[in-house]
């Protein structure tokens, strides 16, 4: 069974380029975020790195870590660092998993249970470790996005998607397409006109089911 919105990550004790770790108490009360790579060294995965790094003030304003997943070793991970940071200009101050086992990539449904890694591989032995997962503070998955290995991610998606999972948690409103940071959000239909009202102020009614409104600045 795969890892779906709403469940509990796995509490997985991992071995990083600055130390062993538990998931869980990593994690402490900071939204968190994963985002896995299938093998070291590789040129869209050292550039997706480098902007991870480039973010480092988004992700502390946001009260979000950020922590990396590839299936080599520590030792590579250290020497990949040194690569992410000449392409960045940004220190990569965030740990990477070191997950030669396959551990993280099994438990997150990345790779099947009988997967292994062949002497001699290429990255496309563990192409589909190629995720991203945004986690709350009570541990459960919220969102959760996959890439083949020739379209590098949006990271400007990233953050626009960790706003406005925080928004909606923050404030109990949802948000339509496209949405960004002081865009209109959307009234949750278990939400009266009523009580809509004395929460939200005032609203627009697009249909009964979907009514806009403006959060306070």
């Known amino acids: 069974m795969g890892l779906r919105i709403n469940d509990t990550i796995p509490n997985l004790t991992v071995a990083t380029d600055q130390g062993t770790m538990q998931l869980h108490d990593w994690i402490g ?28 003030e988004a992700w502390k304003e946001r009260g979000t870590k950020v922590m ?18 000449v392409f960045a200009g940004a220190k990569a101050g965030f740990p990477i998993i070191a997950d030669e086992d396959l551990k993280v990539a099994k438990a997150f449904d990345m790779l099947p249970a009988d997967a292994y890694l062949p002497e001699g591989r290429t990255a496309a032995d563990s192409e589909t470790v190629r995720a991203v997962f945004i986690v709350g503070p009570d541990k459960k998955l919220k969102l959760s996005m996959t890439y ?70």
């Open 68 to 85: 990396g997943i590839s299936v080599d070793s520590v030792e590579e991970h250290k020497k990949w660092k040194a690569d992410i940071e």
């Open 148 to 217: 083949p290995m020739n379209v590098g991610r949006n990271f400007a998606e990233v953050l626009r998607a960790l706003d406005a999972l925080q928004t909606a948690a923050k404030e109990t409103i949802a948000t339509p397409a496209n949405w960004n940071v002081g865009d209109d959000v959307i009234i949750p239909t278990k939400v009266s006109n009523e009580d809509a009202k004395k929460k939200y102020g005032e609203f627009e009614t697009v249909f009964p089911y979907l009514r806009r409104t403006k959060l306070p600045a």
């Open 29 to 56: 009360d900071s939204w968190a975020i994963l985002f896995s790579h299938p093998k070291d060294f590789t040129p869209v995965c050292t550039t997706e790195f480098g902007a991870v790094a480039q973010l480092a």
